[in-house]
């Protein structure tokens, strides 16, 4: 295969996480394994370059120019390097490079900020500032010296820099026998791992003796003009099939917002089709958030007029408390209703709805889970995800009286009272539980009457507009660790429909979140399909 017919075949993993980027990465590779231009025996070797590099190297030093002399150590016979062309030749980077990192002089911020700013400053990544004088007026290959873009290479090592210009201690100066020349040192540096010639892991550092030890598969001059004038020519077609993506991305967000739109204002199955249309590309994510959104806001199912209102419902729930003499929570003033909801529903608070609460308790615990069925205290990660996770729990000490009032049954409504701003207050509806887990002293557990469905309860806490609630009422100063109190969970607004509504709703949100489940699964095979294929057609091209 070609690297044309590589990208041809683009659209085959397009949607590959960093596609463009790998194809670049993979672009260089091939460069730099004299794989991506043919080679030419009229061209010579690269030891004629060799010749005309030590010839050049000669008269500098003849003219007084400094030229970096510094000690090489020699390639090994077998370096355990991939095959080179014939006419190619492996050699060590301080060997073909003329040295100028004796002529940077670093200046201080402090400094540069009483100057004029003309002339480009360069660090390890590029210009970092501007200053009234310069050092270089030539083209030069500038390589990061130290900083942890060595490791992470979130940006370019080697660049050339044009021009007149400064340039400080962090990056190493290299001169050559031409511009073409410094121009393929270039992609070279960029094409490899420099792990091997960094040290330290806390301040990353190539110094020169590292630098000049890198091996570099060297090609005749004329291949090395032939190689980057392919190399840019590819580049570009990258640069366009990003900009592509890009487009396509904007185009389907823009038909998402349109889709779901469409949905909002009618939420019948031929609007749930469009959603999970190839075409828009909806996120599940978004799918999911649209399907709650629409869940507790009465727009998902139709309404029945024979329904009984949900303030009925509310009145005999109101009856049931009255007998257990708990505590009444003021009723949802109309500014505190975040949206309109239909005639039958009711806003309520949650402890107005909820017959009885309570948490459990946190003994000091071993910290790995228990074993068998012993007993076990829950972590709040056990009702911090949407489903119930009873694995998510501490082992209590044998020996240690268990509570089995606090232990959780299958049906409970639980949510945690402490946690990340993200996370706290999340509720979970527990279908099975394995025995003798009991409640730590951070979850929470509301019972109700069977007139009330704890499934949409769940769906109703969940919702933005009840975590826009937590996050302006829970205490603490770090994003981190937030608590949210009894009262104000208590006092949390729920749009409440007539209990038949919301086992519908409750029925048709779990219809279509399996939908949704069914979607991320084709949509991640896909994505594996997708990079196997790259991964393959990668491999045929690098291939001996």
């Known amino acids: 295969m070609k690297i044309e017919t590589f990208i041809e075949k683009f659209d085959l993993f397009a949607d590959t996480p960093d596609a463009v980027a790998k194809m670049r ?39 007084g120019q400094p030229r970096g002399r510094t000690a090489v150590v020699p390639v090994p016979a077998d370096d355990g390097a991939y095959a080179l062309p014939a006419s190619w030749i492996r050699v060590r980077f301080g060997e073909i490079v003329v040295n100028r990192d004796g002529e940077r002089i670093p200046v201080s911020k402090e400094e540069r900020e009483t100057k004029a700013k003309t002339y480009d400053y360069y660090g390890a990544s590029g210009v970092i500032d501007k200053i009234d004088n310069y050092l270089f007026d030539k083209p030069l290959l500038l390589v990061g010296e130290d900083g942890a873009n060595l490791i992470n290479r979130s940006t370019p090592i080697a660049f050339i820099a044009r ?24 992609l070279h540096i960029n094409a490899i791992n420099l792990e091997p010639y960094v040290t330290g892991s806390a301040q990353p550092k ?42 396509r991305e904007t185009r389907h967000a823009a038909l998402s917002r349109a889709a779901l739109a469409r949905f909002a204002e009618a ?32 727009k998902l199912v139709p309404q029945d007029p024979s329904d009984e209102p949900a303030e009925v419902l509310v009145a005999r729930i109101a009856a049931m408390r009255r007998l257990k003499k708990v505590k009444e929570y003021a009723p949802v003033s109309q500014d505190e209703s975040p ?17 009885t609460s309570d948490s459990g ?27 119930f996770k009873p694995e998510e729990n501490k082992a209590l000490p044998l020996g240690m009286e268990p509570r089995p009032d606090c232990e959780v049954q299958p049906g409970d409504f639980l949510l945690s009272r402490a946690n990340t701003e993200e996370l706290v207050a999340r509720s979970v509806v527990v279908d099975k539980t394995p025995p003798r887990l009991m409640m730590s002293d951070k979850i929470v557990r509301f019972t109700f009457s069977d007139e009330v469905e704890k499934g949409f309860v769940n769906l109703a806490n ?12 829970a205490a603490g100063t770090s994003s981190s660790m937030k608590n949210v109190g009894r009262e ?54 690098t291939s001996p």
């Open 488 to 541: 104000v969970m208590c006092n949390l607004p729920i749009p409440l429909p007539p209990v038949a509504e919301q086992r519908r709703i409750v029925a048709k949100v779990d219809e279509l979140m399996a939908l949704v489940d069914t979607l991320e699964t084709q949509l991640a095979t896909a994505r594996r399909t997708a990079e196997a294929l790259l991964a393959a057609a990668v491999a045929e091209l």
């Open 462 to 473: 969940t919702s933005d507009a009840s975590r826009a609630y937590y996050a302006r009422n």
């Open 361 to 387: 308790w946190s003994p000091q615990c071993h910290s790995e889970a228990r074993e068998g069925e012993n007993w076990g205290i829950l972590k709040v990660s056990a009702v911090s995800w949407g489903v």
């Open 339 to 355: 949206y309109d909801v239909p005639l039958s529903w009711s806003w309520v608070r949650l402890g107005n709805i909820s017959l």
């Open 163 to 186: 021009g007149k210009y400064w340039v400080n201690n962090h990056a190493h100066v290299i001169d050559g026998i031409s511009e073409e020349f410094l121009r393929f040192i270039e």
């Open 267 to 298: 939420p019948t199955p031929a609007n749930l089709h469009y959603l999970f249309h190839e075409s828009f590309a909806i996120s599940p994510a978004d799918l999911r958030k649209t399907i709650l959104t629409l869940a507790v806001q009465g």
């Open 25 to 63: 990465e993979l672009i260089r590779h091939l460069a730099i394994a004299g794989k991506l231009v043919h080679q030419d025996i009229s061209e010579g070797t690269a030891l004629d370059l060799l010749d005309q590099i030590a010839a050049h190297k000669s008269a500098l030093e003849k003219s």
């Open 206 to 247: 190539m110094n020169q003796a590292k630098m000049n030890s890198i091996l570099i598969a060297l090609p005749p001059l004329a291949e090395q003009k032939r190689i980057i004038a392919k190399v840019d020519e590819l580049m570009a077609v990258c640069d366009r099939l990003e900009e592509q993506l890009k487009d």
